[in-house]
């Protein structure tokens, strides 16, 4: 399937691996995949305490902030200040602590299995001109706040209410803010699979 449209309203919230919270599940594959056995995984979860992140070895996260002022990740030997609408990749496998730390906060998260998807770019896009997303190998765009009008090659107009999220294969789009002028903001990644990347095709 070329395009994906998943609705806000259709998350599943479910336990974090670890317990220590929950996750709003939105986007899961292989289908029949897990949380332990998956080659991508896409989910957006509150953090409301200082916490350890779930490990999850062999795959790359690029987690956003989307809610709230500040989350540090405690590395042990480094550390991340993560600012919002400013996406940041790191190996999930090294489980960071993460603190908010000026209230509670919201993240989204976009994980790949190394062994079958490199992440290869992520933006977000603000403001009412029009964006053109070339086609790719697996991009998701993920209405941070305003809904946004997706005109696709093959399935014409889609509208994304805040929150929802799109998944395109090889499918080329435009990206329109419908409300919210420069204060809309939608996050575009983008993914190649690991045989082109290491061929580089």
Do not use: C
Not at 22 to 29: A, G, N, Q, R
């Amino acid at each position: 399937m070329a395009i994906e449209h998943l609705a806000r309203t259709a998350y599943a919230t479910l336990p974090w691996k670890n317990g220590r919270g929950e996750t709003d599940e939105i986007y899961l594959s292989p289908q029949g995949g897990s949380r332990e056995d998956f080659e991508v995984r896409i989910s957006s979860a509150p953090i409301i305490e200082d916490g350890a992140f779930s490990s999850f070895p062999g795959a790359e996260r690029v987690i956003t902030l989307i809610e709230g002022e500040e989350l540090e990740l405690d590395f042990g030997q480094s550390k991340h200040r993560l600012l919002p609408f400013a996406p940041f990749r790191f190996d999930t496998g090294l489980a960071p602590v993460g603190r908010p730390v000026k209230g509670p906060v919201r993240v989204f998260n976009v994980m790949a299995s190394r062994r079958h998807w490199h992440h290869v770019g992520q933006q977000v896009l603000a403001g009412s001109d029009s964006h053109a997303v070339p086609p790719g190998d697996l991009v998701v765009i993920f209405a941070i706040s305003g809904s946004w009008n997706l005109d696709t090659t093959t399935r014409g107009a889609l509208r994304l209410a805040e929150r929802d999220t799109v998944v395109l294969r090889q499918e080329a789009a435009a990206l329109l803010a419908s409300d919210g002028g420069r204060k809309a903001r939608a996050l575009v990644l983008r993914l190649r699979s690991a045989i082109a990347f290491e061929e580089g095709l």
